[in-house]
């Protein structure tokens, strides 16, 4: 996988007919602050699609890459894999994309197509997958270069600031609702960016929703409360029904026990997240019955289709809060301290 752009030295620079030359806040190492430099784009390849960019959401998960939680990112790193953009150049080999459609790419942004999970429609665990924002550069930029299989179109009526945290708080989110089956009762843990979508889509699925937020944060549990949700209380308590399924947004593994606490006999607690601090130990009781946990890993391009079918329908109505491209270390920052109602929205220089 060769990389999809370059920093731009002035003194070590020819221009040569088709570089694209434009602005992107950089990682250069884990535990950095990210910089923000001048890059050149390469043209698309057979393939690929050259977006000039409209937004990008801000997710937990480039908390994750950007404080060396997740290993082995590539370096330098453009973070970011909820993009909304517009496509500006076409590689060969596409003839469903024009020039000017709206596009967006999510977490997953390549696979091989040859491995046995690829063959077997689970591409989200395919061996060698790039992932964007982590092993390919992504949205916290001018422009981005990407496999044009991972390009979603968007539905017409989302802004491009609204339609950034679908791509992976509403995608992931789906694929972990999935997981939930026919739960009547759900449980989510962690009210942020993915639980606010996912909410009302549950809601609209007819389900009874249970909110659980950090204990003390009664802004997060009135939220909730506004989005549907039967019951919003911190996270330490039992909700007043036994629950069929529970999801866990929160990287915080102690909610494991928690939820496994919360839900009912044969029920199912879903891990959502990419990353997790270590699950304590906790009595065989809690899971005796038939209870279960999974995780949810990455998404299929049908969770992504799927979704964005889905999300007009009910209509998922995102709530963000907008910075600057500039600003993205302030975006970051507040997240790490949870200091964001909804999903936070990167917006390149006009
Ligand atoms: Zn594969
Ligand atoms: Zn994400």
């Known amino acids: 996988m ?3 752009t370059e920093i731009y030295h002035p003194s070590r620079y020819c221009k040569s007919e088709g570089d694209l030359i434009g602005s992107a806040m950089v990682l250069a190492a884990a535990g950095r602050p990210l910089e923000r430099l001048r890059l050149i784009w390469r043209q ?3 393939g690929e699609l050259l977006l000039k960019i409209h937004a990008c959401g801000v997710c937990r998960t480039d908390l994750h890459v950007v404080d060396g939680e997740l290993p082995h990112p590539k370096l330098p790193l453009v973070p970011g894999h909820e993009v909304i953009g517009k496509v500006i150049a076409i590689g060969e080999g596409i003839d ?14 390549h696979v091989c197509g040859t491995c046995e999970y690829c063959c077997t429609a689970r591409e989200n665990l395919c061996e060698t997958a790039g992932f964007t924002g982590y092993q390919r550069d992504g949205g916290y930029a001018d422009y981005m270069v990407a496999d044009a299989r991972f390009c979603f179109s968007i539905p017409p009526g989302y802004s491009d600031e609204s339609a950034a945290p679908l791509m992976c708080a509403g995608l992931i989110g789906y694929r972990a609702l999935c997981k939930a089956g026919d739960a009547y009762r759900l449980g989510l843990y962690g009210f942020g960016a993915a639980a606010h979508i996912l909410a009302q889509v549950a809601h609209h699925q007819g389900r009874r929703v249970f909110a659980f937020a950090r204990p003390g944060d009664e802004t997060a549990m009135a939220f909730a409360r506004q989005l549907g949700t039967v019951w919003a209380g911190p996270s330490d308590q039992r909700p007043p029904e036994a629950l069929d399924a529970a ?3 929160a990287p915080i593994g102690a909610l494991v026990p928690a939820a496994l606490r919360a839900i009912r006999p044969g029920g199912r607690v879903i891990c959502a997240g990419i990353h997790m601090s270590d699950i304590p130990s906790f009595p065989y009781e809690l ?5 279960e946990v999974v995780s949810v890993a990455n998404l299929t391009r049908r969770d992504g289709v799927e979704f964005l079918a889905l999300a007009p329908k009910v209509p998922v109505r995102t709530e963000t809060v907008r910075y600057a491209m500039a600003d993205a270390n302030k975006a970051l920052t507040d997240l790490r301290s949870g200091n964001i109602r909804g999903a936070a929205v990167l917006m390149p220089a006009p």
């Not at 994309?97 to 967006?104: A, K």
């Open 44 to 46: 698309p390849r057979s």
């Open 287 to 291: 899971l005796w019955r038939e209870r």
């Open 96 to 109: 469903h994309v024009q020039i000017g459609d709206r596009v967006g790419v999510p977490w997953l942004g």
């Open 2 to 4: 060769t990389s999809q």
């Open 247 to 249: 999801i866990i947004f």
